[in-house]
């Protein structure tokens, strides 16, 4: 009877030797291979130009020129913009000031019309060009976050961060699903009647419509900055809290495996910290990829509003240096929607890349 237990025994410290780290092995191959097809097929779809092997390997200047390749081709616009709207300046300058010279500057109120709407036709619509490519470019996030977050969170429920990684996928899905609806809903007519009234209280001198173009900026891009910080403080804190529940859950269940099997309980304790580390190595890199994806979908739009806001505040500066107050007006009214677009974009992007962060430090606390 002795001989049969000791036996029994020494096999099962052998196929504890054998089992608990070969199988375990094979699952992180297993689930590696399945993550990095599904995200590359993800980045394809969006045609992002990068794959989950590049990650790793992808450097601040690669990543800084692929985003000047994707910015490249729409500077040729605002420049563009600015030539005309120069051109449009010094034309009534020169205008104005032979009919100053010719009929006494009665006729100088006519002129500042004419180079208000002429400045305001050739403006006007690219701008409505660009807010609707804005919205455009939100719908196209949204698209990809609904893709990303679902590999994202079954890789951290792997790490051992249920709770954080449910958190983040309830509270990122319905965020991004919810700034895409109101995007559409609110987004486009706040800035078409920026631009409207940028127009019109540019034509009429008279009328406060300036003002309240610059209400509407301060009140939309307040309310967007107070929204997003305190929903991303929200997200962090939950996502720590959670992090560090998944942590202490983590660790129990190591030493309950530990000391419950015998024998082998602390070699199979021992396998699942390797798998888990292999698990959090993978979580961290599709984190990354998420962020770089964000970054690339959106910094080149975010850099082209900046690029045009640049061209309203030259072309301002222009207009003030030949004395046409009207357009200067104008173009400084006109920077006011652009700011707003800009601060959806940039407060979108960076719920997103923090949120991700908090939730890539937060999976590996166990």
Same mark, same amino acid.
């Given at each position: 009877?002795?001989?049969?237990?000791?036996?029994?025994?020494?096999?099962?410290?052998?196929?504890?030797?054998?089992?608990?780290?070969?199988?375990?092995?094979?699952?992180?191959?297993?689930?590696?291979?399945?993550?990095?097809?599904?995200?590359?097929?993800?980045?394809?779809?969006?045609?992002?130009?990068?794959?989950?092997?590049?990650?790793?390997?992808?450097?601040?200047?690669?990543?800084?020129?692929?985003?000047?390749?994707?910015?490249?081709?729409?500077?040729?616009?605002?420049?563009?913009?600015?030539? %005309?709207?120069? /051109?449009?300046?010094?034309?009534?300058?020169?205008?104005? !000031?032979? #009919? =100053?010279?010719?009929? *006494?500057? $009665?006729?100088?109120?006519?002129?500042?019309?004419?180079?208000?709407?002429?400045?305001?036709?050739?403006?006007?619509?690219?701008?409505?060009?660009?807010?609707?490519?804005?919205?455009?470019?939100?719908?196209?996030?949204?698209?990809?976050?609904?893709?990303?977050?679902?590999?994202?969170?079954?890789?951290?429920?792997?790490?051992?961060?249920?709770?954080?990684?449910?958190?983040?996928?309830?509270?990122?899905?319905?965020?991004?699903?919810?700034?895409?609806?109101?995007?559409?809903?609110?987004?486009?007519?706040?800035?078409?009647?920026?631009?409207?009234?940028?127009?019109?209280?540019?034509?009429?001198?008279?009328?406060?419509?300036?003002?309240?173009?610059?209400?509407?900026?301060?009140?939309?891009?307040?309310?967007?900055?107070? %929204?997003?910080? /305190?929903?991303?403080?929200?997200?962090?804190?939950?996502? !720590?809290? #959670? =992090?560090?529940?998944? *942590?202490? $859950?983590?660790?129990?269940?190591?030493?309950?495996?530990?000391?419950?099997?015998?024998?082998?309980?602390?070699?199979?304790?021992?396998?699942?910290?390797?798998?888990?580390?292999?698990?959090?190595?993978?979580?961290?890199?599709?984190?990354?990829?998420?962020?770089?994806?964000?970054i690339l979908l959106l910094l080149p739009k975010i850099l082209e509003l900046f690029v045009y806001r640049?061209?309203?505040?030259?072309?301002?500066?222009?207009?003030?240096?030949?004395?046409?107050?009207?357009?200067?007006?104008?173009?400084?009214?006109?920077?006011?929607?652009?700011?707003?677009?800009?601060?959806?974009?940039?407060?979108?992007?960076?719920?997103?890349?923090?949120?991700?962060?908090?939730?890539?430090?937060?999976?590996?606390?166990?």
């Amino acid at each position: 009877m002795r001989n049969i237990i000791i036996a029994f025994l020494s096999f099962v410290v052998l196929l504890s030797a054998v089992v608990p780290y070969t199988a375990l092995a094979d699952e992180p191959d297993e689930v590696y291979a399945e993550v990095t097809e599904q995200l590359d097929e993800a980045l394809a779809e969006f045609d992002l130009g990068i794959g989950y092997d590049d990650i790793s390997a992808l450097s601040f200047g690669e990543l800084a020129a692929a985003v000047r390749d994707r910015l490249e081709a729409r500077l040729a616009a605002p420049i563009k913009l600015l030539t %005309v709207l120069l /051109l449009v300046i010094a034309a009534a300058a020169v205008l104005r !000031t032979s #009919a =100053g010279n010719t009929l *006494g500057g $009665a006729s100088g109120s006519t002129y500042d019309m004419v180079c208000v709407m002429t400045a305001a036709a050739v403006t006007a619509p690219q701008l409505i060009d660009v807010y609707r490519s804005t919205v455009e470019e939100i719908e196209l996030c949204g698209g990809f976050i609904i893709v990303f977050v679902p590999v994202f969170t079954a890789v951290s429920v792997m790490c051992g961060g249920a709770i954080s990684a449910g958190v983040y996928h309830m509270l990122i899905l319905g965020a991004s699903e919810l700034i895409t609806e109101l995007s559409e809903s609110w987004l486009m007519p706040i800035l078409g009647a920026t631009t409207a009234l940028s127009v019109t209280g540019s034509v009429f001198p008279d009328s406060a419509l300036e003002s309240v173009v610059g209400l509407l900026k301060k009140v939309s891009t307040w309310s967007i900055t107070l %929204v997003m910080g /305190l929903f991303t403080g929200f997200v962090s804190l939950k996502c !720590t809290i #959670a =992090g560090k529940a998944d *942590g202490v $859950a983590v660790k129990a269940a190591k030493s309950l495996i530990s000391g419950a099997v015998p024998i082998v309980g602390g070699a199979v304790s021992d396998a699942y910290a390797t798998v888990k580390g292999s698990f959090e190595v993978i979580g961290s890199n599709v984190g990354a990829a998420g962020i770089i994806g964000i970054i690339l979908l959106l910094l080149p739009k975010i850099l082209e509003l900046f690029v045009y806001r640049g061209v309203m505040l030259l072309g301002a500066a222009a207009a003030d240096m030949f004395g046409a107050p009207s357009v200067s007006k104008l173009l400084k009214s006109l920077d006011g929607g652009l700011a707003t677009a800009q601060c959806v974009l940039v407060c979108y992007s960076l719920m997103f890349v923090i949120s991700s962060a908090i939730l890539t430090q937060s999976i590996g606390q166990g």
